[in-house]
């Protein structure tokens, strides 16, 4: 058994450190303990999705163990073979993913919590089985691809791994931040609304 430990870790690093594992480590146990049960749901939502076998020990109020299994032989197998089917489904249409960021938090609310889960968005986008042909970064949003943002090293994964990053240029000017921009290339209005126009898919975290 293959044991991992996700305390004090925030989401969605559990679960994606879960599926990499088990995916890796076919006919392996793996045990992720974890210290919330939002994160033991969101495991157990994981395993119903990979179809494994399922065990959950509450050890204390603030420790649990989910443990996972892949039998190799299932019929479900597809489910750890999922990247090549996805990326293959990908190559074989003209579909246009963009991201589009204009803020520097994920929703409405308390600034730091917008922060973070914006900063774990971005992460979750490495871990996609098909990643985005573009992240458009626009008002607040450039303050992502600028050096030394916490986001940064994520960013230039993304670029490297094919999605192209964009930040406007007129937005870096506005907050002086044209020389700091550490990924990506910089983009005008004219040029995004082109881009958002021919998309077939706008996300909008």
Avoid at 20 to 28: A, I, T
Avoid at 68 to 80: A, K, P, Y
Avoid at 139 to 160: C, F, K, M, P, R
Avoid at 172 to 188: A, F, P, S, W
Wanted: proline share 2%; aromatic share 4%.
């Amino acid at each position: 058994m293959i044991k991992i430990d996700m305390r004090n870790k925030q989401c969605p690093l559990p679960v994606i450190e879960t599926k990499k594992m088990l995916k890796e480590n076919l006919n392996q146990k793996i045990m992720t303990v974890v210290d919330n049960i939002i994160a033991v749901e969101n495991l157990q939502k994981l395993g119903k999705q990979m179809s494994c076998e399922i065990t959950v020990n509450e050890i204390s109020k603030n420790e649990y163990e989910v443990i996972l299994f892949i039998n190799e032989n299932s019929n479900d197998q597809n489910s750890v073979e999922i990247k090549d089917t996805k990326q293959k489904n990908k190559e074989n249409t003209e579909q246009n993913t963009i991201v589009v960021i204009s803020s520097e938090m994920m929703g409405s609310g308390d600034e730091l919590l917008g922060k973070t889960l914006l900063k774990g968005y971005i992460y979750a986008l490495t871990q996609l089985d098909v990643l985005p042909d573009y992240i458009l970064l626009y008002n607040g949003g450039v303050h992502l691809s600028i050096n030394g943002a916490d986001t940064l090293q994520d960013l230039i994964y993304l670029q490297a791994n094919g999605t192209k990053i964009a930040s406007c240029g007129a937005c870096l000017d506005y907050y002086n931040q044209t020389k700091n921009l550490g990924v990506g290339e910089i983009t005008n209005m004219y040029a995004i609304a082109e881009l958002l126009s021919k998309a077939t898919r706008i996300i909008k975290p």
